[in-house]
């Protein structure tokens, strides 16, 4: 699976940018998908995680309630959007995939297989 991360860019604190992550294959709905990011001098961390039918989720607590992840299977596009975005939100932001069970939502970076090349997010404060 081949995967497009897209819809980065520089925004204020307090406002919002939806992320788009394009699949190249058909068995992408066979495929769990999960947001991480990784800002200078970090390790990658888990943002969000959606399972292959799109009925369950997972967040990081940094981002519960600000944060919502959907997907469209027939498009082959997974989505994050982003609301009420911190200045502590800066960093590249990764979409990734891997075929699961029904309601899986991995978490860790080393469960995933296949990966975007990741979008810029720049928050102003």
């Known amino acids: 699976v081949q995967l497009q991360a897209s819809g980065g860019g520089l925004v204020q604190a307090g406002g919002f940018l939806r992320l788009s992550c394009t699949a190249s294959?058909?068995?992408?709905?066979?495929?769990?998908v999960g947001w991480f990011r990784q800002s200078p001098g970090k390790e990658r961390e888990f943002v969000a995680s959606?399972?292959?039918?799109?009925?369950?989720?997972d967040y990081a607590d940094s981002v519960k309630g600000r944060f919502t992840m959907s997907r469209d299977n027939l498009r082959k596009v997974v989505y994050l959007q982003m609301n009420t975005l911190l200045p502590e939100d800066t960093a590249v932001y990764y979409c990734?995939?891997?075929?699961?069970?029904?309601?899986?939502?991995?978490?860790?970076?080393?469960?995933?297989?296949?990966w975007g090349q990741g979008t810029q997010v720049t928050v102003s404060s």
């Open positions: 990734a995939a891997v075929f699961t069970g029904w309601d899986m939502v991995p978490q860790r970076n080393m469960e995933y297989d296949y």
């Open positions: 294959e058909r068995t992408f709905s066979a495929n769990a």
């Open positions: 959606i399972s292959r039918s799109g009925t369950t989720t």
